[in-house]
Nanobody, 118 residues
Framework: VQLQASGGGLVQAGGSLRLSCAASGSRFNMLSLGWYRQAPGKERDLVASITTGGITRYTPSVKGRFTISRDNAKNAVYLQMNSLKPEDTAVYLC?????????????WGQGTQVTVSS
């Protein structure tokens, strides 16, 4: 599985961004998908995930602001980020894993930088 993330950028606090991650390979509907983020000097943390059955999971700090979704017809996963805060600044990475899991980490895409200015 190869993953290609896009959609990062610079945005002011309170703004929105939509990240996309395209997956190559077959059996996309059998993948659980996730978005992680890593800020400088910090650990990589799971932001949101979506299982093969559409069950979603969010880290508490983004609940109500971020929405993860998937489009099995397009082999893609998205992260809609609203009401962005400076503390959301990080490199965001998409991940995938076969099977139903809320913590997918088997495959990784390259990161996309999100910078939120105050």
């Amino acid at each position: 599985v190869q993953l290609q993330a896009s959609g990062g950028g610079l945005v002011q606090a309170g703004g929105s961004l939509r990240l996309s991650c395209a997956a190559s390979g077959s059996r996309f509907n059998m993948l659980s998908l996730g978005w992680y983020r890593q800020a400088p000097g910090k650990e990589r943390d799971l932001v949101a995930s979506i299982t093969t059955g559409g069950i979603t999971r969010y880290t508490p700090s983004v609940k109500g602001r971020f929405t993860i979704s998937r489009d099995n017809a397009k082999n893609a996963v998205y992260l809609q980020m609203n009401s962005l805060k400076p503390e959301d600044t990080a490199v965001y990475l998409c991940s995938a894993e076969y099977g139903a899991t809320t913590v997918p980490y088997g495959y990784w895409g390259q990161g996309t930088q999100v910078t939120v200015s105050s």
